[in-house]
């Protein structure tokens, strides 16, 4: 049985999560369970993990279903490229970048401060980009410095 104190299901309102497509449940269930310390609140079909104050639901892709015609959901594929990843905002990044990377999670550097923030970016075992994040300046009312390329506004 699911443990319904910590099921992503509002009395109101609403309530976000993240659903992602996974390869393995095992694997993705173990790291952000055992690798980031989230609570399995079920171990699969879905799969879900409470990781803070978010759920991250797991399902393997599959074909269209009636309520999504014409849509195939599918594993996702890793690259030099991403449109959408997940971020983790975290009080004390480098005792994170520790103990996770002492749990296994392999970053793509260590923290780097960038003024603002300081941030570095792992993946999870389907490859998904994860940022993990702690606020410096921005607490001072700093912003990131606009490039040439972003938009007006």
């Known amino acids: 049985m699911p443990d319904f104190a910590d099921f992503p299901a509002p009395a109101e309102g609403i309530l976000a999560t993240l659903f992602i497509t996974v390869r393995e449940f095992a694997r993705s269930r173990d790291f952000y369970s055992r690798v980031l310390g989230g609570t399995v609140?079920?171990?699969?079909?879905?799969?879900?993990v409470k990781l803070a104050n978010t759920w991250i639901i797991m399902n393997p892709g599959g074909p269209p279903?009636?309520?999504?015609?014409?849509?195939?959901?599918?594993?996702y594929e890793p690259g030099d490229t991403t449109s959408i990843f997940m971020n983790l905002r975290v009080a004390d990044i480098?005792?994170?970048?520790e103990t996770w990377s002492a749990r296994g999670a392999e970053f793509l550097t260590p923290p780097i401060d960038r003024g603002?923030?300081?941030?570095?970016?792992?993946r999870d075992p389907d490859g998904y980009l994860i940022e993990v994040g702690q606020s410096t300046g921005l607490l001072r009312g700093e912003h990131a410095e606009k490039r040439p390329e972003d938009l007006p506004g």
Do not use: A, F, L, S
Request: a negative charge; charged letters at 25%; aromatic letters at 6%.
């Open 41 to 48: 609140v079920i171990d699969e079909n879905p799969c879900i």
């Open 94 to 97: 480098q005792q994170c970048y």
């Open 65 to 75: 279903t009636p309520d999504k015609p014409g849509i195939t959901v599918t594993d």
């Open 116 to 122: 603002i923030e300081i941030r570095c970016y792992m």
